[in-house]
């Protein structure tokens, strides 16, 4: 698998890494444990050394599955977390927080349920409007500084946002949504973090499978998938967006690759510092998600899927109107 470096402090990472969300949340129910402790390292094997997962991905759920899948091999593997939400007694989301206490309670949490003395990569995961950025990013200074954690991450952050973080402690990664299902970071967000020399980590990188050609009109999602809640794949708004998976369709028949394959490939021909995250439960899609890192595509392919987004202005929006507020633009 080949590496890609996150940042200016060196935070070498494969090519595309794993997003472990869907082991614990959003996408219907909990595969059995031990198959994902078994899919996990299984995804070691295969040179997977990015795993991404969250303190409220369950809650709690992931990072404790994370962390015992990975503590065989935890040298050779860079684990990243994110803190920033509140949660009550129930583990129900209440908002956002990213203060400094919670923070720090957080990272001690995570550091337990992950096994580890260090978190590799450390995401705010989303900005908190209450608590200003300069005191986020000088609490995960302090954790840097106590071995605690060795990067600075930010998730959904507007470019002012990273520019004055980026001032107190040096940001590794950005990991917002990005691909050929949203493009919003291609106008202010990847010229800013190219001139700061801050890595990229798309999210949902498969348009959360849409991309793949898994998604129909005919889809109905089940209980605990996060779809049937998000605008873009609902009705008239789905229908109108699947001529965007048409038009990857024809461009992946002519590569002999998959959809999905051409979607990560296009992400990773963008910018040689940007490491998408795909999740996935099933060895086989982990293997044919991986083989995109070995697809190259053309300029002319590059640009006719630049013309095929453009000719289907995505309808619908990405998230329902709470948790679109949280994003800091
Ligand atoms: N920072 C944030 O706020 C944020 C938000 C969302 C996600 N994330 C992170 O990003 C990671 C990836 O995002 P995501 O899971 O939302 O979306 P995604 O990676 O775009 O898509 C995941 C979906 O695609 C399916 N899939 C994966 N590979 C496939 C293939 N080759 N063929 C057909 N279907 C395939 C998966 O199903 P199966 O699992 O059944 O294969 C799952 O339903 C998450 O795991 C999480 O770590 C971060």
New binding site residues.
Partial sequence: MQTRTLGTQGLEVSALGL????MSQ??GPRPPREEMITFLRAAVDRGVTLF??AEVYGPFHNEELVGEALQPVRGDVVIAT?FGFALDEDGKQTGVTSRPDHIRAAVDGSLRRLRTEAIDLLYQ?RVDPDVPIEEVAGTVKELIEAGKVHHFGM??AGVDTIRRAHAVQPVTAL?SEYSLFWREPEEAILPALGELGIGFVP???????FL?G?VTAATEFGEGDIRASLPRFEGEALQANLALVDLITTVADGKKATA?QVALAWLLAQKPWITP??????LE?LD??LAAADLDLTPEDVAELDSASASVPVQGDRYPEAMQRMIDR
């Fill in positions: 997003g472990c969300m869907g959003s996408f991404d997962t994110k995961h998730s959904e990991q999210f949902s990188p498969l348009g959360r499978g793949t898994q999905g995250i795909p999740g996935t439960r099933r899609r044919e998600n």
